[in-house]
């Protein structure tokens, strides 16, 4: 005999699958908006790559000569961490590529304390611990998700779903299409993070550009690195960092091969500590402190939406009247195999426009996606994918979906007015034209 299900269907307006920044931007943006909001995320916590990955630092906020092109509930996380004493100052500096980069460091546990202030503070109902497992959809309109929480099984009856879960799990279970790779082209690597410290950081930030080249190519000569390069961000707290080291050329939604890549994640962070600790001037006293909760992933699905935005749109750039956000990230690929990476380099003051349309997917009225899952090719996902523009792009999909709510009955999110839409983002703080 099968048990009654013990919890109740729940009707909200917007449900977000997905707690990553994206999906907690998105949150956040409707339930201020007006609208009632669920959040659905798998672990405890809130943050995705940026808090269980533990990615650390949010990049490029401005164009190279120093425009600003993000801002909004992105900035308003920067500053909630600076009350917290867990994000540094907004600092430039040059890669090993030689292409000048902006960032702000930031401590990834602190971050999940910031998340649940503004989720909770805006009256969002945060469903931790819950996975998407089932959607139900029917001529195109999403009716119910369900998904396994610590109480059972819950459906829930949303009016808009966001899907923000990475991996774009809800639309794949709604049967939505998806881009594929262009030819030639693969996925990109995942990335187990680790933290090592102590770090003498006088000493290793007196490491020039050069040198650090030098060591990164010897290391990973010597099979020590699987990636050329020292990547690090400083933990605000400690005199630790986060190194972006490892190299996982893996389909993360192919369960087998992300369990292998998650053991062999590890197994790369512990043989680049121990090169750290040989080779690196400022390391020879660090260890090995902590491994990501979970490893990092830069792309997977991406959804075919009403408009696929490409990287000549990116660098052209080209201008959107449905405009939404904007970035300034160069293009950027990380070779599966390892090696350096493929930058391409925006110049001066060169920024680019995000349009509505890429947050709609083809052939369902009442979804959007936000985040890594967004519809672009794959070369433009290597610029928009950063967290700074994932954020951005949160903000105006959680906004768009409470307008959506705005009017009665079957609704259409085709149907929000761009240019309404756009007000209501620069209200909030957001920029929109680049
Ligand atoms: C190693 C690495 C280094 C990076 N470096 C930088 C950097 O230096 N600066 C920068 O700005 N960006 C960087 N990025 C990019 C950036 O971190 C990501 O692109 C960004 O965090 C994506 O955010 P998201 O919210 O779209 O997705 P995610 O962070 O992947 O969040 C998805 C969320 O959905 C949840 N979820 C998934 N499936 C389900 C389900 N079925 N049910 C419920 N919940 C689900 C997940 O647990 C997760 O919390 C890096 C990424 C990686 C992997």
């Not at 540094?88 to 000048?100: A, D, K, N, Y």
């Not at 062999?264 to 600790?277: F, P, S, T």
Request: negative net charge; aromatic residues 6%.
């Amino acid at each position: 005999m099968t048990k009654p299900n013990p919890v109740p269907p729940r009707a909200v307006d917007v449900l977000v699958c997905g707690g990553g920044v994206a999906g907690t931007m998105a949150a956040v943006a409707a339930a201020r908006q007006g609208a009632t909001v669920m959040l659905v995320e798998r672990y405890g916590f809130l943050g995705g790559n940026a808090t269980g990955g533990a990615v650390a630092q949010f990049n490029s906020w401005q164009t190279e000569a120093g425009r600003r092109v993000v801002a909004g509930l992105a900035d308003e996380v920067v500053q909630r961490l600076r009350t917290y004493e867990a994000a540094g100052e907004h600092q430039v500096f040059v890669m090993s590529t030689g292409h000048r980069m902006d960032r702000v460091e930031y401590a990834p546990e602190v971050l999940k304390l910031v998340l649940d202030d503004m989720v909770t503070g805006a009256g969002v109902q945060p469903m931790l611990h819950a996975s998407v497992c089932d959607v139900v959809c029917e001529d195109g309109r999403i009716r119910a998700v369900r998904m396994l929480t610590r109480s059972g099984v819950v459906n829930v009856h949303p009016r808009v779903v966001i899907d923000t879960s990475g991996d774009i799990d809800v639309l794949h279970r709604a049967g939505a299409r998806f881009l594929s790779l262009d030819e030639g082209d693969a996925l990109q690597p995942a990335t187990m993070m680790f933290r090592f410290g102590p770090i003498d950081f006088e000493r290793f930030d007196a490491i020039t550009t050069a040198e650090m080249k030098v060591l990164a190519t010897e290391g990973y000569a010597s099979g020590d690195l699987a990636r050329a390069a020292l990547h690090a961000s400083r933990d605000p707290y400690s005199t630790d960092g986060w190194f972006n080291i490892s190299r996982l050329g893996i389909d993360a939604t192919d369960a087998q091969a992300l369990s292998q890549g998650e053991i062999e994640g590890r197994r790369q962070a512990w043989k680049a500590a121990a090169y750290l600790r040989r080779a690196v001037p400022g390391c020879e006293g660090g260890r090995l402190r902590a491994f990501a909760t979970q490893v990092g992933i830069r792309e997977t699905r991406r959804v075919e939406g009403e408009h696929v935005l490409t990287a000549q749109e990116l660098t052209q750039p080209v201008a959107f009247d449905d405009a939404i956000a904007c970035g300034a990230y160069p293009i950027d690929i990380h070779p599966a195999s390892g090696g350096e990476l493929l930058y391409a380099s925006m110049g001066d003051d060169h920024a680019y426009q995000i349009p509505y349309r890429s947050l709609i997917p083809k052939g369902v009225t009442n979804a959007l996606v936000a985040g890594r899952g967004i519809s672009a090719t794959h070369a433009a996902l290597a610029a928009i994918r950063v967290m700074t523009i994932s954020m951005a792009v949160g903000q105006a999909a959680g906004t768009a979906a409470a307008l959506a709510c705005e009017g009665e009955g079957a609704l259409d999110v085709r149907g929000v007015d761009a240019a309404r839409l756009r007000e209501v983002l620069k209200a909030g703080g957001a920029l929109v034209d680049a």
